[in-house]
Nanobody, 127 residues
Framework: QLQLVESGGGLVQPGGSLRLSCTAS????????IGWFRQAPGKEREGVSC????????KYSDSVKARFTISRDNAKNTVYLQMNSLKPDDTAVYYC????????????????????WGQGTQVTVSS
């Protein structure tokens, strides 16, 4: 079966860290740009980060830059999002999406562009 699965979410105190994983089964990510999005209750889905198919080009939203790091291991068919210095405003369901193109263009943060989505993983930052 074809699956894109996020994992690694959980409850963490402000200032803590989590590493999210996005792993594909049944298909390859090696020719896909991968995005991370998040959606908090009552909010629109927000682009967080993107990595191109090789892994040598990345993009981040201003709200997470210098705190989050996206990376990929194509041999493991997996993309990661390292989340440091977490804030309560980071609380959301986090989703990965495999795009049908190689690079993260100027619309990398647009959730409406076609792609393959995972089921999401909950991140809660609270004291």
């Amino acid at each position: 079966q074809l699956q894109l699965v996020e994992s690694g979410g959980g409850l963490v105190q402000p200032g803590g860290s989590l590493r999210l994983s996005c792993t594909a089964s049944g298909f390859s990510l090696v020719d896909r740009a991968i995005g991370w999005f998040r959606q908090a209750p009552g909010k629109e889905r927000e682009g967080v980060s993107c990595i191109n198919f090789i892994g040598d080009s990345t993009k981040y939203s201003d709200s997470v830059k210098a705190r989050f790091t996206i990376s990929r291991d194509n041999a493991k068919n997996t993309v990661y999002l390292q989340m440091n210095s977490l804030k309560p405003d980071d609380t959301a369901v986090y989703y990965c999406v495999a795009r049908f193109y190689f690079d993260c263009d100027n619309n990398w943060h647009n959730s409406g562009v076609a792609g393959s989505w995972g089921q999401g993983t909950q991140v809660t930052v609270s004291s």
